[in-house]
């Protein structure tokens, strides 16, 4: 088991309620139900998984879950209907025999390069089921978000170990869309997220300089 520092899940442990609240919207959207409705029974696949608690909370819901993670850090055991994996996702798609209804990826894209994002897109278009959402929260590539979330969030506020991002990495709204289209996906809809450090919240925002959310659909 190799230890992340506990810093680095700080964030991510603030973001489920927004994580949460901007999913209700779209399912609202999209399929006419409550968030609550639509999470029961749904197959739902959260690559980059961390600890496994947000992806719990949809078991509660009612839904089948299975989770990746490269670090072993999960808080929860495997039982019915929700099994956390520790393995990279390369070695989960060669095992994988399964196909989901729901994505998530939530902090994780902006950790590959473009090559790694094409290739995951490519497997994923093959274990989305028809009808299938995919849930994405990643920081836009530009010389602000740069500011915010490295000079700012890592080295003054030390609100992240330092070195947990790397600018080249970053994708813009319009760099999501070509990468999606090419693997015969849709972008449904792109919101910005705020932060405030003073209070640790997060909240929708129209504006996406920095970090934002995206629904991608088949």
């Known amino acids: 088991m190799k230890d992340i520092n506990q810093k680095y899940y700080e964030p991510l442990e603030q973001m489920m309620a927004i994580r949460h609240q901007y999913m209700a919207k779209i399912v609202k959207l999209t399929h006419e139900l409550s968030i609550y409705k639509f999470f029961s029974k749904r197959k739902i696949l959260d690559l980059g998984c961390g600890t496994g608690e947000f992806l719990h909370n949809y078991h509660e819901l009612g839904s089948i879950c299975t989770g990746i993670d490269i670090y072993n850090n999960f808080k929860f055991d495997n039982k019915k209907d929700f099994k956390l994996i520790n393995t990279n996702i390369n070695n989960f798609f060669k095992i994988n025999k399964n196909k989901y209804d729901v ?100 909240s929708l925002s129209k504006i996406d300089l920095i970090n934002y959310f995206a629904t991608i659909k088949n």
């Open 103 to 202: 994505i998530f990826l939530f902090e994780f894209i902006e950790h590959l390069n473009l090559e790694e994002k094409e290739i995951l897109f490519k497997k994923i278009s093959k274990i989305l089921n028809s009808n299938g959402l995919i849930f994405i929260s990643t920081i836009n590539k530009n010389l602000i978000s740069k500011f915010f979330s490295i000079d700012i969030a890592e080295n003054l506020l030390n609100l992240l170990p330092k070195k947990t991002h790397d600018t080249k990495l970053f994708l813009t709204p319009s760099e999501l869309y070509k990468l999606t289209k090419k693997n015969g996906f849709q972008v449904y809809d792109i919101k910005g997220i705020s932060y405030n450090p003073l209070i640790k919240n997060f």
